[in-house]
């Protein structure tokens, strides 16, 4: 595989991450839209074009303001208690620092050597070898380790593993997860919205118009059916892109690319974190502590994996 440097990746990967989240409000106005349009014919029957669109548009306008609204909320929500929440899931606490010098001392000098501030250090009370970073600001950032990945790693493996994590806190990849799980909520609230309308609202037609509603139910479901879809291929997408990334800065910051592939692989054998259930703080970990992480990486699968197969991973390493 071709050597590209740390800027060039970081560069590359930025500016698709950009184009993928711009996509987001994108399909959101859309589905708006939509949902305006189906609100229109369905509750008030009207079928006469010149009556139509201006309904439309003037609905679409008054809705408009309210759902930017919506999603600010949400934006808030996850801005404000993501710690709290993440903490909840996961079962970290924080790692005592007079019982741990040792850890702290690795990130430290890591957070020296990049001019970075240093992260709260959690820890996860379980055998189980896995970590993640976490938090959206200086105050919040967090570097969480489980216990096992602390007492079965190797000093250098460790240290790989750690940077691995400040990669993640440097390039903002966990405020940008975040941004796209909150957007991919908004795509399954809407999803829900479109269904309870097409369920509830009273139709009003005659036999010969009644096809044609029937298929307009039908071609709105798949709109938001794919709205999601695609919402959710977006934020699995961004996460994969990152973990090379973060991979890669790694290798950089450590001079030992090797110590991060033999990590991996030692992660690898043992990345179930049994406290983890939910999918959007499983995708947060450096390998995926669920069934996700046994399966195989290819076809359709694969499109929904959070991570990249951890085997290219290594092999990618193992090139530097």
């Known amino acids: 595989m071709q050597y590209v440097g740390i800027q060039t990746q970081q560069s590359r990967n930025n500016r698709r991450s950009a184009i993928l989240l711009l996509l987001f409000p994108c399909l959101v106005t859309m589905l708006l839209y939509l949902s305006c349009y189906l609100i229109i014919v369905f509750g008030y029957g009207t079928n006469m074009e010149s009556e139509l669109l201006p309904m439309v548009n003037q609905l679409f306008i008054s809705a408009f303001p309210y759902t930017i609204g919506i999603v ?38 890591l957070c020296m050597s990049q001019g970075m501030k240093m992260p709260k250090i959690n820890i996860i009370y379980d055998n189980s070898l896995n970590a993640f970073a976490s938090g959206i600001n200086e105050r919040t950032y967090t570097i969480t380790l489980s216990q096992g990945i602390i007492q079965k790693l190797k000093d250098d493996e460790l240290e790989a593993v750690i940077a691995h994590e400040l990669s993640h806190i440097r390039n903002h990849d966990v405020r940008l997860l975040i941004i796209s799980i909150v957007f991919v909520g908004i795509f399954s609230m809407l999803t829900q919205i479109t269904l309870y309308t097409i369920t509830h609202v009273r139709i009003r037609s005659n036999n010969k118009g009644g096809a044609g509603i029937i298929l307009f139910i039908l071609i709105t479901l798949i709109v938001a059916t794919i709205g999601f879809f695609f919402a959710s291929l977006m934020r699995f997408a961004i996460s994969r892109k990152r973990e090379y990334m973060a991979d890669a800065g790694s290798a950089e910051m450590t001079k030992n690319p090797l110590a991060l592939a033999s990590a991996l692989r030692k992660i690898s054998a043992d990345p179930n ?48």
């Open 72 to 109: 600010l909320v949400w934006f808030l929500i996850a801005y404000w208690a993501n710690t709290s929440i993440i903490n909840t899931a996961t079962g970290s606490k924080p790692l005592d620092r007079k019982e741990n010098k040792h850890i702290y001392n690795l990130v430290e000098n």
């Open 273 to 320: 974190i049994e406290a983890v259930k939910r999918e959007d703080v499983a995708q947060l970990f450096i390998q995926h502590p669920g069934k996700q992480a046994k399966s195989s990486f290819i076809g359709l699968s694969g499109l929904f994996a959070t991570h990249p197969p951890i085997e290219k991973r290594i092999a990618i390493l193992e090139q530097f």
